[in-house]
């Protein structure tokens, strides 16, 4: 279990999604529907590598996607360090 996964758009451009850097504050602040658009195309984009300009043309289906993957990743438990397929 990682923190990224790689995913193709629609479009074939592949993207690589990593929640490493996601802070509690902004996944808290992104579900709130008070929080502006402008500020979860910016998570989206620092998360996704994508421009934050694209971000509101994306198609549909390409959101969910991404949508989905950042859900999957985020709520997926923290590798165990002592684990023995923990890499060091």
């Known amino acids: 279990m990682g923190a990224t996964k790689d995913i ?7 993207v690589t999604v990593d929640v490493s850097t996601l802070k509690i504050k902004e996944w808290r602040e992104f579900w709130k529907p008070q929080t502006p658009d402008k500020d979860t195309d910016a998570v ?40 023995q397929g923990a890499s060091t």
Request: charged share 30%; no cysteine; net charge negative.
């Open 8 to 14: 193709t758009l629609s479009t074939g451009e592949k």
């Open 44 to 83: 989206i984009a620092r998360l996704t590598g994508l421009k934050e300009e694209a971000i509101p043309d994306l198609l549909r289906d390409d959101f969910r996607l991404i949508m989905d993957t950042i859900i999957t990743l985020s709520n997926r438990p923290l590798d165990d360090p002592n684990s």
